[in-house]
Structures are given as structure tokens and as C-alpha cells.
């Protein structure tokens, strides 16, 4: 069966450290794969999605980058974070026209 | 935007009542989703309705797309104290070749016990 992992669960990070995000699938070949943010009490925000290996599109412009070394691999990250990074981060698969899978997030707070 | 809208923001109702959650979007779409969140969790699936479709059924849930107005609406009969979070709904548009769902606020259910 199809399973996602998503770590950490929750993160505290200074201001202007780095952040990297990781997220795997199981069970599946050539998933399309996103990157979306939840402020508190929000909907969510996409963020990046891919359609396959290095193939990577943003949806909004950010201090955040993604990529995805392997097919069944997405990482978030960051060279210097902000206050206005905090968030709740979900990473989510799906097939063509299909409902999504969600990993089940990680909460990262930028002192 | 292309982010749905749901109606209303926040619903309490007692348990046994149903609660009707709407939503309204922009473009043409594809399909739309109605996604059920715990507080703190991610999000699960809970039905999924084509273009073509008008109406869909799963369990308790009632699904209804109405495409000339733009607006879909989720029925939850016979609530549970465990049906308590956050619905939200999201749509893919007509355009989109990834499958890129873009969701609304969320209405968030409390049912008393």
C-alpha cells in the first residue's frame, strides 16, 4: 500500500539558519508530489509541486526552494529562514486527476 | 484567486443534527475535493466529484457540484462528537496538467455531544 513520511513533526529554528524538510513515498512510481503551508487557522498555500525527478514548479515566490533528487523524494529548504517562514508544512502525492495523500506535517516555528 | 471559499467559517451543532458545509470557486474545474483535517494533522481524503458529476455519496457524506453556479456543498448526516474538524474543500483547474488542488479556508465543525 501507499504511505507517506513526512519528519520532522515539529521544528524551532533562529532566524537565518537553514531548513530541510524531507518527505518520501512508498508504493508508488512517478507520483506527482507537492509542498504546501497552512498559517494558523488558514488555508492551505501551495507551495511547489513536481511532476518528476529535478522537475520542479513554484506557485508562489519565497525564501523557500524544493527539490527532488529522487523519484519518490521531495525536500524543502532553505538558506536563511525568516520570522514570516513559521508554519504548519505539508507534503502531499497524488496520481494525474486524483485525490491526494498527506503527510502528516510538520509545524516549524522561526524564533 | 483560485482558492475556494467555504461557507460557513465556523458550525456547532449537537450530535445526531447534520451539518451542510458549501463552498464557491472561480474557474472551470476538473474536479473538486472535500478534505477533512484534525487539528495538528494533515489532511484526508474524504470524496472527490468529477466535472461531469453532479451529485456523490460516501457513508454519511453527501457531495452536490453545481458547475453553472460555481458551488459545491458537503452534507454530513447523522453527526458524530468524532466528526469534530476542519472540512475544507479544494479544486482542480481546468487548465492544470499537474493536478494541482488549491483549497479554500475550511469551515470548522464542532459537534456536541
Known amino acids: 500500500s501507499q504511505t507517506i513520511h513526512q519528519w520532522p513533526a515539529t521544528l524551532v529554528q533562529p532566524v537565518g539558519s537553514p531548513l530541510s524538510l524531507e518527505c518520501t513515498v512508498e508504493g508508488t512510481s512517478n507520483p506527482n508530489l507537492y509542498w504546501y503551508r497552512q498559517a494558523a487557522g488558514r488555508g492551505l498555500q501551495l507551495l511547489f509541486y513536481?511532476?518528476?525527478?529535478?522537475?520542479i514548479s513554484s506557485e508562489v515566490p519565497q525564501n523557500l526552494s524544493a527539490s527532488r533528487p529522487q523519484d519518490r523524494q521531495f525536500i524543502l529548504s532553505s538558506k536563511k529562514l525568516l520570522l514570516s517562514d513559521s508554519g504548519f508544512y505539508l507534503c502531499?502525492?497524488?496520481?494525474?486527476?486524483?485525490?491526494?495523500?498527506f503527510g502528516s506535517g510538520t509545524r516549524l516555528t522561526v524564533v | 484567486s483560485q482558492q475556494g471559499e467555504e461557507d460557513p467559517q465556523a458550525l456547532s451543532i449537537q450530535e445526531g443534527e447534520n451539518a451542510t458545509m458549501n463552498c464557491s470557486y472561480k474557474t472551470s474545474i476538473n474536479n473538486l475535493q472535500w478534505y477533512r483535517q484534525n487539528s495538528g494533522r494533515g489532511l484526508v481524503h474524504l470524496i472527490l466529484i468529477r466535472s461531469n458529476e453532479r451529485e456523490k455519496h460516501s457513508g454519511r457524506l453527501r457531495v452536490t457540484l453545481d458547475t453553472s453556479k460555481k458551488s459545491s456543498s458537503l452534507l454530513i448526516t447523522a453527526s458524530r462528537a468524532a466528526d469534530t474538524a476542519s472540512y475544507f474543500c479544494a479544486t482542480a483547474p481546468f487548465r492544470t496538467g499537474a493536478n494541482n488542488l488549491f483549497f479554500g479556508t475550511g469551515t470548522r465543525l464542532t459537534v456536541i455531544p
Open positions: 513536481s511532476v518528476g525527478i529535478g522537475q
Open positions: 502531499a502525492w497524488s496520481v494525474p486527476t486524483g485525490s491526494y495523500t
